[in-house]
């Protein structure tokens, strides 16, 4: 490699800077070379063609000597990279294995007895560290009795009490908790100082060890009590039964005592007075032992926290966390073992370096999972307990609030992916297998993330004016709201809507797309194409297109009017470029192609006329039968239809001679859509009005023949009595008769 090389090279120069070697600098007549130790002869090697070239020769011939033969790839393929990982984690766990039985082997030779070990100095140390630790534990154990009474008294006090209150209690029990412990480390240093150390006055490094051991570890076990409040349970803000945080509060302080005794006092007077190798066998068998340790508290907790994990599934709470909870109720104790197998090897193999990387990663990844759950939940509730719009913005805007809870699960959707996304980056990050980070400060990862996040704020933009849009529409056809909309503006309105949103759609699709680097040109160009092949494979669509074009264009017809498109008559409830809705009298919904429409007749366009066309019989007086007519608009006026009436009753007078009627004309103008409903009421009163002065409204006459018998003589007609088989009841008979 050049680095080795260039060091090569550097200790070859140095070498002979302060080594003693034949001098170049010398003129060629002389026949004894003289040693060049000195920067000056240096020089004068440089200086000298011949010698400087010599050196240059022999440092070549020293790197050349030293490179590695081993061929490197510049680019190592990836099982290249899974095998040299394979080899360095198996010459570790190797190295562990061989650390261990030396280990091993170092304590064998201490309790053999053939070890060259001091046991005076051991057994005076010995009796030191005991005389310090029982003044230490004893002077811990009196100062605890006490302030246990302290802060029973505040537990009782607590009972009932506000969470304020109980918090304060809380705070000064912990307080006296690590007074206490200062107090019993204070002690135990003057205990080693003026009781051990004597007239000296000093103490020795492994009662320091002790003192310090023990100041955190009992700082640790304070924490722990403050969290479980373990036999003070109106202190404790964990929400644990008294049983759960006994138990745990008495595993985790034993498994803290046993590591941290062990590894910040035992181990180092061992490795400072034995050798390094039996304080290594020692940290084993601790770790080993607190490893056996927390399998068996996971095997004793494997069902109380499969029941915790799927309690929210089991409850029908089916959102991420619940389904991440189920998924790992039946596995999480084979994962919490495999992980606690895996940290007690790879601290076994590099301590120093791979164990506070992997404790770094788990923290890391807990934290990642934490936050993504909490994202996810928080979004979740949000979104179970609904959008709620305030009641002005649901005046105006009736529809806003079911078009957002519409997007609502899909944004969910989105979010969970999102959020699961970044949640296996994080961990993937923390445990080195990839470096996103990198990537994203690189210039290809700057590219990408920005274009990403350029079309993520487009499709944003899009969005807001797909909903600003449509909000406008509907406040304007929102009759409760501003000018009332003309048929005219609702169809347009609607037609605008459909149109924006599709070219937005297009709009907005075209410049994600670019953002993502993209080439829109050839799909421009084919959206060129395929509309030319549209328009020549779909003519009757080309052709519903245009007509609709030139049907708006003209407003014959607009959203809530009344027409007739050939054979079809309805009320038209949708207009688009290509087609009108036509709902019938009967409520049958019909979409018509406006390339099937010759005549559009629209009955509501600007006014419409009644038109009363009056049979009366021969015999009646024309004048009369206007005055009648006069009198019954007078009776219409009246009304509350007076209203859609726009002018006089129209009398054109006769029409028409029927067979058996004289047809008499009149005509009522009304506003567009009224004529309908103020004839219908006209009707009524021409009925009343002619009643009450006998002009008659004639109609067909009918001629009843009653049939022959067997003889070929029709049988006389009898009104009452008899017996014919003919003969009708004269209730039957009276209305046939009157005239």
Do not use: C
């Not at 181990?267 to 490893?291: G, H």
């Not at 389904?323 to 076994?348: D, E, K, M, Q, T």
């Not at 409520?587 to 009366?616: C, R």
């Amino acid at each position: 490699m050049p680095f080795r090389r260039i060091a090569a090279s550097l200790l070859f120069l140095l070498a002979l800077l302060f080594v003693p070697a034949p001098s170049y600098a010398q003129e060629p007549s002389s026949p004894t070379p003289q040693p060049a130790s000195s920067v000056d002869d240096l020089i004068r090697i440089l200086e000298n063609e011949h010698a400087r070239n010599d050196l240059l020769t022999r440092l070549k011939n020293e790197a050349a000597a030293h490179q590695v033969q081993e061929p490197v790839e510049e680019h190592p393929t990836i099982a290249r990279q899974i095998a040299e990982q394979t080899r360095a984690a198996a010459e570790q766990i190797v190295t562990g294995g061989e650390a261990v039985w030396s280990g091993v082997a170092g304590l064998a030779v201490i309790f053999t007895g053939t070890s060259t070990v001091d046991y005076s100095a051991i057994q005076t140390l010995v009796l030191n560290v005991i005389l310090v630790g029982a003044g230490l534990f004893a002077s811990f154990f009196v100062l605890r009795m006490l302030v246990h009474l302290l802060q029973r008294g505040l537990d009782r006090r607590a009972v009932g009490r506000h969470w304020s209150i109980r918090t304060i209690f809380t705070v000064i029990a912990t307080v006296a908790d690590i007074v206490t412990v200062a107090l019993a480390w204070g002690a135990g240093y003057v205990i080693a100082l003026q009781v051990v150390g004597g007239a000296t006055g000093r103490m020795d490094i492994n009662q320091t060890l002790l003192l310090n051991a023990f100041l955190m570890v009992e700082m640790l076990k304070v924490a722990m009590r403050l969290a479980l409040q373990p036999r003070f349970p109106a202190l404790r803000f964990v929400l644990v039964s008294d049983t759960m945080a006994a138990y745990w509060y008495f595993w985790a302080a034993r498994a803290v005592s046993l590591v941290g005794y062990t590894f910040m006092f035992v181990a180092p007077i061992l490795a400072s007075n034995v050798s390094e190798a039996a304080a290594q066998a020692v940290r084993v068998l601790v770790m080993l032992t607190a490893l056996v340790i927390a399998i068996i508290v996971i095997l004793q907790n494997r069902d109380r926290v499969r029941q915790a994990l799927s309690s929210r599934a089991a409850g029908g709470r089916t959102d991420f966390i619940g389904r991440s909870g189920a998924f790992l109720a039946g596995i999480w104790h084979l994962l919490a073992i495999a992980y606690l197998i895996a940290i007690f090897f790879v601290w076994l193999v590099n301590p120093t370096a791979a164990l506070p990387f992997m404790m770094a990663a788990t923290i890391k990844s807990i934290v990642a999972v934490v936050v993504g759950g909490l994202i996810i939940a928080f979004v979740g509730r949000f979104a179970n307990g609904g959008l709620r719009l305030p009641e002005d913005v649901r005046a105006r805007l009736p529809a806003l609030e079911g078009r957002l809870q519409a997007f609502v699960p899909r944004v969910m959707q989105i979010i969970r992916t999102v959020v699961t996304i970044g949640v296996v980056v994080a961990i993937a990050q923390s445990w080195g297998l990839i470096d996103f980070l990198g990537w994203l400060s690189s210039e290809a990862g700057q590219r990408i993330s920005g274009s990403a996040f350029a079309a993520l704020v487009i499709l944003i933009i899009g969005f807001v004016a797909y909903l600003a849009m449509s909000s406008w529409v509907e406040y304007r056809l929102n009759p409760a709201f501003g000018t009332i909309p003309t048929s005219r503006e609702k169809t347009l309105l609607s037609l605008f809507r459909n149109a924006f949103t599709i070219t937005l759609v297009v709009l907005v699709s075209m410049l994600a797309l670019a953002q993502i680097g993209v080439n829109i040109a050839p799909l421009l160009a084919g959206a060129g194409v395929l509309g030319l092949a549209i328009g020549f494979g779909a003519q009757k669509l080309v052709q519903d297109i245009i007509t609709g074009v030139f049907i708006q264009l003209e407003n014959v017809m607009n959203e809530g009017d009344v027409v007739s498109l050939g054979s079809v008559s309805g009320v038209v409830e949708k207009l688009t470029i290509r087609s009108v809705s036509i709902r019938s009298l009967d409520g049958t919904l019909h979409l018509i192609p406006f390339s099937s429409v010759d005549t559009v007749s629209n009955m509501v366009k600007g006014f419409g006329y009644h038109v009363a066309e009056i049979g009366v019989a021969y015999r009646e007086n024309i004048d009369e039968v206007k005055k009648a007519m006069h009198e019954a608009f007078d009776l219409l006026m009246q009304t509350e239809w007076s209203e859609k009436i726009i002018d006089k009753l129209d009398m054109q007078g006769i029409t028409a001679f029927g067979d058996s009627a004289i047809t008499v004309r009149a005509r009522i103008k009304t506003v567009a859509g009224g004529h309908w409903g103020a004839g219908r009421v006209y009707n009524e009163f021409i009925k009343q009005v002619f009643d009450r002065r006998g002009i008659e409204i004639p109609f067909p006459h009918v001629t009843l023949y009653m049939g022959e018998d067997k003889a070929g003589k029709a049988p006389p007609l009898r009104l009452k009595g008899g017996t014919h088989p003919n003969q009708l009841p004269e209730s039957d008979v009276k209305p046939i008769l009157q005239p």
